[in-house]
């Protein structure tokens, strides 16, 4: 066959964003959990990019508690990303993580080609600075307004509100994970680093200003563990 | 009528995603050579000129009749370009172009379309129950949501039409790429204006350009093709590719066995629907003879000539045409390119 007229070809970036909550009330039983859930969806999400050949899929993460910081900044790609566990301690500064995300998700700093980003914000408790202003912003920004966002709630005392907001759109199209126990974090992890990344990396054009949320259509959520549940890995 | 005998190619395949989602291919695209014959143009003596139109439909659960709207769209631009006035083609075949007037002309058509799309749209639902207005401000027409990009060649103007984000290229003598309208670095993602938006007929941009023999290359693909490749650059090369492989018949006979294989290369890695148009001058036209023979003949005699003694013509022609190739293949000068 004759060669190939064109440049170089290249599949579609699509950045994954973990936001965790490291606060003090994190500890024990619930960070563990998170490390692990983290830790045992990577495999999953190397057989979504598999399965979807045109995404780039890269991962980066952000935690937060007394502030936010990078946990992995630079964008990885899926095939080479490992989790390093992180630590609890401190407050639940969730504004300041999602202002992080909101300087990665900037026009100047994504690839034009991209495919909608997709943040998971997983917290177990309520925010303690001013995200208000921090989600107005990431709504306001393109890619932020483009992007997939889920929240996964840990244990009883997380503000399902905030998550709410977070994930924007319309409640009854898809909510918040709530996990009180291990079992259940583990599952919606998975989910949610895999069926949403799939729905991001088949997005479908739509018109301009029809929408403010992403519409990038994600399948329904699993439903938390009937069966009976160990009681130590309860939160 | 079109000076150079043109070409339209078109090609187009199907998405993985939209394969994987089991609907259909989303893009729709069209060349036609529109013949002005009839009565109402007999004082224009038979013009034709190229025609070519890409649309992209938008595939998605709010828009799942978008296959059916981007068909629609194409053919509701051809009609309203096979049936322009007789008043309307002599401004675009005028031998003294008014180049204002043919882009004001252009401006009538844009909401034309727009106008004849909703028609079609209409007739699909079995006529809307409510009024055109009430269904534009509900947008009824969301379902069948479709972008849209025109080339329309005539013999002195090309009229370049573009809604959404379905591309148009052209490409120089001297292999330098242009375009009609701007990259939008406002839109991001997915977004993209649409035939279906309330005010689709003001947003659709329109340019008209005096024919320009330097330019014999049109390129019109849906964004598919253009997220396939790393950068704007990269987009841009396929553009000068094709252009230099249509120059020449076996480079044409190439386009032809390998642009159906090549899109599917261009659809694994952008995983959307891919269509491509070219809009160029056949190969024949161009050859690289043609300014030998200019250098000594003007046009009009050049007529003549072939009238009076086609023969010897064609004999004297093909030996000045293997000089010719062989002084462009050893480099030595003498001989500029026809193109």
């Known amino acids: ?235 | 009528m079109l000076r150079n005998k043109w070409i339209g190619v078109t090609e187009t395949e199907i998405g993985l995603k939209h394969k994987r989602a089991g609907r259909s291919n989303q893009d729709a695209i069209e060349y036609k050579k529109i013949q002005y014959k009839g009565i109402q143009y007999k004082e224009l003596q038979g013009v034709s000129a190229g025609f070519m139109a890409v649309s992209d439909g938008h595939g998605s659960d709010r828009c799942p009749k978008s296959d059916i709207g981007s068909k629609r769209a194409v053919e509701a631009a051809l009609s309203v370009f096979e049936t322009l006035t007789l008043d309307q083609l002599s401004t675009l075949f005028s031998h003294a172009p008014e180049e204002r007037r043919a882009f004001e002309l252009a401006r009538e058509l844009c909401p034309r379309i727009v106008a004849n799309w909703r028609e079609m749209i209409q007739k699909e639902e079995g006529g809307f129950s409510t009024s055109c207005e009430q269904n534009i401000s509900s947008n009824s027409y969301l379902a069948y949501g479709a972008t849209l990009s025109v080339v329309f060649r005539c013999n002195s103007f090309t009229i370049f039409m573009k809604l959404g984000d379905c591309e148009i290229l052209w490409v120089d003598q001297e292999e330098k790429v242009g375009r009609p309208f701007g990259r939008s670095i406002e839109i991001v993602g997915e977004d993209t204006e649409s035939l279906c938006m309330p005010n689709a007929d003001q947003l659709m941009q329109c340019c008209v350009r005096r024919d320009n023999p330097s330019v014999q290359f049109y390129l019109v693909c849906s964004d598919g093709v253009e997220k396939a490749f790393v950068d704007n650059s990269a987009f841009e090369i396929l553009a000068e590719d094709l252009a230099k492989m249509v120059k020449t018949r076996e480079g044409l006979s190439n386009l032809k066995n390998n642009l159906k294989s090549w899109l599917k290369e261009y659809s694994e890695f952008s995983g959307d629907d891919v269509s491509i148009g070219l809009l160029f001058a056949k190969p024949s036209d161009r050859s690289h003879c043609g300014g030998l023979y200019k250098k000594h003949l003007s046009m009009s005699r050049q007529k003549k000539v072939c009238m009076k003694s086609k023969k010897s013509f064609v004999s004297s022609f093909k030996s000045q045409s293997k000089a010719c190739i062989d002084k462009e293949v050893t480099g030595s000068g003498g001989v500029t390119a026809n193109q």
């Open chain 1, 1 to 235: 066959m004759s060669k190939r007229p064109g440049g170089q070809l290249a599949k579609r970036p699509l950045q994954f964003i973990w936001l965790c909550d490291c606060s003090g009330s994190m500890a024990g039983k619930k960070i563990e959990s998170l490390n692990f859930a983290i830790n045992e969806s990577i495999p999953a999400m190397r057989q979504v990019a598999e399965d979807n050949p045109n995404a780039d899929i890269q991962v980066r993460a952000i935690t937060f508690s007394s502030g936010a910081r990078w946990h992995v900044e630079t964008p990885t790609e899926v095939q080479s990303f490992t989790w390093s566990p992180v630590n609890a301690g401190g407050l639940t500064d969730l504004g300041q993580a999602i202002d992080l995300a909101c300087d990665a998700l900037e026009v100047q700093n994504m690839p034009e080609r991209g495919l909608p980003p997709v943040l998971v914000l997983v917290s177990d408790g309520q925010p303690t600075d001013n995200f208000s202003s921090a989600l107005e912003r990431l709504v306001r920004i393109p890619w932020g307004a483009k992007s997939v966002r889920i929240g996964i709630a840990i244990g009883d005392d997380a503000d399902i509100d905030v998550l709410q907001q977070f994930m924007g759109g319309d409640a009854r199209e898809l909510q918040p994970l709530v996990a009180t126990n291990a079992q259940d974090l583990v599952k919606f992890i998975r989910w949610a680093s895999t069926v949403p990344l799939t729905a991001a990396s088949r997005p479908a054009s739509r018109p301009e200003g029809v929408s403010t949320d992403s519409h990038v259509p994600v399948p329904p959520a699993p439903q938390p563990s009937s069966s009976p549940i160990d009681p130590s890995d309860v939160f």
